[in-house]
């Protein structure tokens, strides 16, 4: 930015006098020092002159030229128009102003030389021009900056509206926003608490509640259960996204004297139209929330997306058999009254998902009597194994059918149940999903913005260890005469697949699932013999294991090599570099067919699932991943190593 070389001349002066003044001392000890100097001085001084009369010459041209632009009376009216206007030249510095623009604008103080930019920043005048109203603050005013393009120049225009726009911000700011919150593990406390902690904790967690709805200006109104209504305002909610809601950390705080932490759920409704509006979000907001685990904040907005805060605990098993009986019933008057039944998972479907998928064959094909199929593409999917065993227990009849097949077979009675994702972006074939006017969806992972909504029975548990071992109840209740071995390997699988080996997410329904499923017939040697690779695939493995890279806690590994048992390696390297010790959660970035997977998993204490959602995927708390297409794995690996530290910072 230029600066007024006659505001600063002063300046240049009195270091030039310094200057001859040194020059003059050194006399007296070199006579050669003292000549350079005086030389240097003389020229600094000379250099200063000149650049002040050539810019007054230049000032006297500019204003010249204004005056030729606004010629005659339109000089003089500009000058004393109420509005401030500048002259702006094509160097873009300004060469003339009134003296409204002086006083309200520039504070009183000569600009003429100045560069616009100073007054504008941070747009240019060619963004002026080519808007209608341009929003500019300076200062404490606020304007609204106009500009007009001629020949020599550009006239700027500026509209003090600082009044009308501090009314805006007000009413921006003072619009109600609705809150709900809910006391997640309340239910659990009750189970395995004496009245007295019960009732302790949960005044504790109504205090900090009511605290906290007081702070940010608003009120609390206690629902029924655990359940609270609060009402606050846009300012205050803005507030509190800029902080993370830090009273999610301080309901943490609170002891519970057993192995689990107090949490709360809290769904907010922001920019809706009315209080009523307002609060059906809030409610969505917190049904988004708890769908994703509880243990955070769900903020609605106006243009349908959300922002999510908080949700590092596990979460607290909190499953009811009731409900689990509720659905079944559903979902067998679904399967009743359709002509086919069409199940079908995810891309690049795994063990569970398969697992899940011949469950829920069986109880529709073999308890309920229907036509079903398993629509899948039997050389992507991951869950061979599984495929394998079914077909060859049931040679006589037609399990698996491709998309296409599927879509031909369909019709306005057809059902289709998806199972292991809630995601219409991640489903084995979009337009079957589009196609069956009815959809049961059945799944674990913690809830997506984008998800099927438009499901007859939505069964979301986020809190069950995989969707084998929920299809593992439905069948109990639905009718399991029929359940074969095969089926109840296949779920079995599942289970182990998801948990690890009965390692992580596995709570006591996990065990009666599996304990239900090995009386059914399944046996855990064959089971196991399904996990085993081939020894290209191990060889892979390892070598993307040891070209692993730990960065603070983060293990991150890349490959290039592209097999048919990549996704099986990766997924497994994964796992194996949360046994190197100081590692919090891995990741291992492949490709196939010219798109970029990630594979992530943790330990619990990092949620791979928030971070993955950053790059476009999804998953769990432990176990996520994310899927890049037109990138490098290079590139892969810095948006990766971006969202794990913006995680972090957040």
Not at 57 to 78: H, P, T, W
Not at 80 to 87: I, K, Q, S
Not at 366 to 387: D, F, N
Request: with cysteine; hydrophobic share 45%.
């Amino acid at each position: 930015m230029k600066r007024k070389v006659w505001a600063a001349s002063p300046v240049f002066y009195v270091i030039s006098a310094v200057m001859l003044i040194i020059a003059a001392v050194s006399y007296f000890w070199d006579h050669t020092v003292f000549y350079v100097e005086i030389a240097i001085a003389l020229f600094s001084f000379a250099a200063v002159f000149f650049a002040v009369k050539y810019f007054n010459l230049y000032i006297v041209q500019a204003s010249k030229a204004a005056a030729d632009l606004l010629s005659g009376e339109k000089y003089r009216e500009f000058a004393e128009f109420a509005l401030p206007v500048a002259v702006v030249g094509k160097n873009c510095d300004i060469i003339w102003a009134n003296k409204a623009f002086s006083s309200s604008v520039a504070q009183n103080r000569e600009c003429r030389g100045e560069n616009a930019l100073k007054f504008i920043y941070p747009y240019t005048v060619s963004d002026i021009e080519h808007a209608c109203g341009t929003d500019i603050a300076i200062g404490p005013k606020r304007f609204t900056v106009y500009a007009v393009e001629t020949e020599e120049a550009s006239v700027l225009y500026f509209v003090d509206d600082t009044y009308y726009k501090e009314i805006d911000k007000e009413y921006a700011e003072s619009r109600p926003v609705v809150a709900v919150a809910c006391f997640d593990n309340r239910e659990e406390l009750a189970r395995n608490a004496s009245d007295g902690e019960d009732t302790m904790v949960t005044s504790r967690v109504e205090e900090v509640l009511v605290k906290w709805a007081q702070g940010i200006g608003g009120f609390l109104k206690k629902l029924k259960g655990n359940m609270y209504f609060i009402l606050t305002d846009e300012k205050h909610i803005r507030e509190e996204m800029n902080k993370k809601f830090p009273v999610l950390d301080e309901v943490r705080k609170i002891e519970t004297g057993k192995s689990f932490r107090a949490t709360v759920s809290v769904g907010v409704g922001r920019g809706a139209d009315s209080p009523q509006e307002a609060d059906a979000w809030a409610r969505k907001a917190l049904d988004m929330a708890l769908g994703r685990g509880g243990d955070q904040v769900a903020v609605k907005q106006e243009n349908e997306t959300y922002d999510f805060f908080g949700g590092i605990s596990k979460g607290v098993e909190k499953r009811d058999k009731v409900r689990t009986r509720v659905f079944a019933a559903t979902m067998s008057d679904n399967i009743e009254e359709s002509d086919a039944v069409f199940i079908m998972g995810h891309k690049f479907s795994d063990l569970d998902c398969m697992g899940s998928a011949a469950g829920m064959w069986n109880a529709a094909a073999k308890t309920l009597g229907k036509r079903a199929y398993i629509v899948t593409y039997e050389k992507q999917s991951l869950a061979e194994p599984v495929i394998r065993l079914l077909k060859s227990c049931y040679r006589d009849e037609e399990i698996f059918i491709s998309p296409q097949e599927a879509l031909g077979m369909a019709t306005a009675k057809s059902l289709l149940v998806v199972v292991d994702t809630h995601s219409g972006t991640f489903v084995e074939s979009a337009e079957l999903l589009n196609a069956v006017p009815r959809v049961i969806v059945i799944d674990h992972h913690r809830m997506m913005v984008k998800h099927i909504e438009d499901a007859v029975v939505f069964y979301h548990e986020p809190y069950a260890s995989s969707a084998s071992e929920m299809v593992a109840e439905l069948v109990q209740y639905i009718g399991d005469k029929n359940l074969g071995k095969a089926e109840a390997e296949a779920m079995l699988a599942g289970i182990m697949l998801d948990t690890k080996n009965f390692a992580f997410k596995t709570g006591v329904r996990t065990f009666e699932a599996a304990a239900y499923l090995r009386r059914k017939g399944a046996d855990t040697v064959e089971v196991k013999q399904m996990f085993s690779n081939s020894i290209e695939a191990y060889k892979t493995k390892y070598g993307i294991v040891s070209n692993a890279e730990i960065l603070g806690g983060f293990a991150i590994a890349s490959t290039e090599t592209e097999t048919d048992d990549i996704r099986i390696a990766a997924a497994q390297a994964a796992d194996e570099l949360l046994s190197i010790r100081g590692v919090r959660a891995s990741f291992v970035i492949f490709s196939v067919d010219n798109t970029v997977n990630i594979s992530a998993r943790s330990l619990g204490d990092v949620n791979v699932q928030v971070i993955m959602e950053k790059l476009g995927g999804g998953g769990h708390l432990t176990m996520a991943g994310a899927q890049l297409g037109g990138i490098s794995t290079a590139q892969a690996r810095e948006r990766l190593i971006a969202a794990i530290q913006s995680n972090t910072a957040g």
